[in-house]
């Protein structure tokens, strides 16, 4: 079996409030830019599990994930 591809992570930049919950989840993963709106800096700086539970926290549901290989929707579903 090859190696996965890395997950395509959507931020909706028009519904990010800036609360930070993603990055604080997942690090390595989201950052939040000079105008305070969440980016993907890294779509493998963490594990899969916290990406996406950094996705499930979001109170804006603004963040989509995307199986890198299929591009089935992980999140929200
Ligand atoms: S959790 Fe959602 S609203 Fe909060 S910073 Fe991340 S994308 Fe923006």
């Not at 992570?9 to 930070?20: G, S, T």
């Amino acid at each position: 079996m090859g190696a996965m591809k890395p997950l395509k992570i959507l931020v909706d930049r028009d519904l990010c409030a800036a609360c930070d919950i993603c990055r604080e989840t997942a690090p390595n993963t989201f950052e939040i830019d000079a105008e305070a709106k969440a980016r993907v800096k890294n779509p493998e700086g963490d594990p899969r599990e916290t990406i996406l539970k950094g996705a499930e926290g979001c109170p804006m549901t603004a963040i989509t994930v995307l199986d890198g290989d299929s591009g089935a929707k992980l999140y929200p579903v």
